[in-house]
């Protein structure tokens, strides 16, 4: 049989639970492992952790269901965040990183059962290590989880899928804090976003058929020829259809608005330059992960807009307090491996800058993105980039986006986010696609070009010399 790390082990002999231990090869996530040992998705179970003032909670519920925050948040009233994988791996020293038992009280911690796990026949777990499910019978896992609250905390995949924006609204409703909203309203004079990229951002919500809409989506003549290379990119890459490669150009246009209204003076590390470079090359990768990703409910245009906004929150702060944000690119180059959400913080005694830079670029730019009409799904990554991991999301694909184009080492330093729990399968992926993309870096550098050379080629224009010296 093979070894239960010793927590685990020792609860359920404590407890008295029988189980039977089954043994395959090493997965990167429950998905696989159930796939490799023939199990239904529904019996297996998984443990989400979260955390606020008042402390830890586990949560456990069917692979096949999603937490439902929100609903979890009111009936307990509490403010609930979901803490990454290394961050929740702190808490269970004798387990393999990423594998976490639904066990919470082995660990010291509360725990809550999803109500729809105690109907199953038998309830599947890992306990720590990648290459083993503890198999629990329905009557002994009810005995284990009368020691536990029992809640109706979930909603189905299916549902979520079928329900489409509406659950991803649902769920991530309450991203942007009312106070963080509150001080850029009262302090930030919102800069203009073109009409016709309104008009645009609308028609992302549904495929325009129109003749005004379609009209609205030609690209420019003068650059007719640009988008025609980037449909032949697509298609030939990841062979979009038809009207997800319609979508995926007005995405395009509508960042390319964005990065062209937010000009900004400066060079180095936060240099406009370096910050349009990221913005494209996250943004095309980030579509081209969604679309293998296979999820329904995933859509590459989307995806390609949220990954190139990344960004939009030190644009709009380098445009608002350029001394101040000159002094935070300097922050940025004497530290390379500290993340931006990090260095912001250390800009005190700034008066009324401070009131805004404090806040973090990433609920700035979720402010001006969400005020500007901008997707919900698009306003929650950009909102939650510095510790949000939600697998199967937006904000995932367009994590791991950001930490493949990174670490490629051809555009600057990773910047403005913390450890995520990212598969190696899925940044192995991402690393595959981001060579494709390579082979057309000529077309992407060609859109970068045309966007600094739309802003007067503001990006090397230096006020003042940036070096290492704080």
């Known amino acids: 049989m093979a070894s239960l790390p010793f927590r685990v082990e020792a609860y359920l002999k404590n407890h008295y639970i029988p189980y039977q231990v089954a043994c395959h090869i090493k997965t990167q996530s429950l998905e696989q492992a159930a796939s490799a040992m023939a199990i239904p998705e529904e019996q297996v179970a998984r443990a989400i952790l979260l955390k606020d003032s008042r402390g830890l909670l586990m949560v456990v519920l069917p692979l096949t269901r999603l937490l439902h925050l929100t609903h979890l948040r009111e009936k307990l009233n509490r403010n609930f965040e979901v803490l990454s994988g290394p961050q929740a791996d702190r808490y269970f020293p004798d387990c393999e990183p990423g594998s976490r038992p639904p066990l919470g009280e082995a660990y010291g911690i509360t725990t809550i059962i999803d109500k729809s796990l105690l109907k199953q026949p038998e309830v599947y777990f890992e306990p720590g290590n990648h290459r083993v499910f503890v198999k629990i019978k329905r009557e002994e896992f009810l005995i284990l989880a009368s020691r536990f609250?029992?809640?109706?905390?979930?909603?189905?995949?299916?549902?979520?899928?079928?329900?489409?924006?509406?659950?991803?609204?649902?769920?991530?409703?309450?991203?942007?804090?009312?106070?963080?909203?509150?001080?850029?309203?009262?302090?930030?004079?919102?800069?203009?976003?073109?009409?016709?990229?309104?008009?645009?951002?609308?028609?992302?919500?549904?495929?325009?058929?129109s003749e005004m809409a379609i009209e609205a989506i030609q690209p420019a003549a003068e650059m007719q020829d640009d988008f025609n290379e980037f449909i032949s990119i697509f298609n030939n890459e990841i062979c979009l259809l038809p009207e997800e490669v319609t979508r995926c150009v007005v995405s395009t246009k509508v960042l390319i608005s964005l990065l062209t209204s937010l000009p900004m003076h400066g060079d180095g590390p936060l240099g406009y330059t370096e910050i349009v470079r990221q913005s494209i090359y996250t943004a095309f990768?980030?579509?081209?992960?969604?679309?293998?990703?296979?999820?329904?409910?995933?859509?590459?245009?989307?995806?390609?807009?949220?990954?190139?906004?990344?960004?939009?929150?030190?644009?709009?702060?380098?445009?608002?307090?350029?001394?101040?944000?000159?002094?935070?690119?300097?922050?940025?180059?004497?530290?390379?491996?500290?993340?931006?959400?990090?260095?912001?913080?250390?800009?005190?005694?700034?008066?009324?800058?401070?009131?805004?830079?404090?806040?973090?670029?990433?609920?700035?730019?979720?402010?001006?993105?969400?005020?500007?009409?901008?997707?919900?799904?698009?306003?929650?990554?950009?909102?939650?980039?510095?510790?949000?991991?939600?697998?199967?999301?937006?904000?995932?694909?367009?994590?791991?986006?950001?930490?493949?184009?990174?670490?490629?080492?051809?555009?600057?330093?990773?910047?403005?986010?913390?450890?995520?729990?990212?598969?190696?399968?899925?940044?192995?992926?991402?690393?595959?696609?981001?060579?494709?993309?390579?082979?057309?870096?000529?077309?992407?550098?060609?859109?970068?070009?045309?966007?600094?050379?739309?802003?007067?080629?503001?990006?090397?224009?230096?006020?003042?010399?940036?070096?290492?010296?704080?």
């Open 149 to 209: 609250s029992k809640m109706d905390i979930s909603v189905p995949q299916t549902f979520a899928n079928q329900a489409g924006k509406m659950a991803r609204q649902q769920k991530h409703a309450d991203l942007l804090t009312s106070e963080s909203q509150r001080v850029c309203h009262k302090l930030i004079e919102l800069p203009r976003f073109p009409k016709k990229s309104e008009q645009l951002v609308r028609y992302l919500g549904e495929l325009a058929t």
């Open 285 to 470: 990768l980030a579509g081209m992960l969604a679309y293998k990703n296979n999820d329904t409910a995933l859509e590459p245009a989307t995806a390609l807009l949220a990954g190139g906004c990344l960004y939009s929150g030190i644009l709009l702060l380098g445009n608002l307090f350029p001394p101040e944000f000159r002094l935070l690119n300097r922050l940025a180059l004497a530290y390379p491996t500290s993340p931006l959400a990090t260095l912001e913080q250390r800009l005190l005694g700034m008066g009324r800058a401070h009131d805004v830079i404090a806040l973090g670029h990433a609920q700035v730019g979720a402010w001006l993105l969400k005020t500007w009409g901008f997707p919900l799904e698009v306003t929650s990554v950009v909102a939650k980039q510095c510790n949000v991991n939600y697998a199967k999301d937006y904000a995932h694909i367009v994590q791991i986006a950001q930490t493949a184009v990174a670490q490629s080492g051809f555009l600057g330093t990773p910047r403005g986010h913390n450890e995520f729990d990212i598969a190696d399968n899925n940044l192995l992926e991402a690393t595959t696609l981001l060579q494709k993309l390579l082979h057309h870096s000529s077309f992407l550098d060609k859109i970068t070009s045309s966007i600094i050379k739309d802003v007067g080629q503001v990006a090397v224009v230096r006020d003042e010399p940036v070096s290492s010296g704080i």
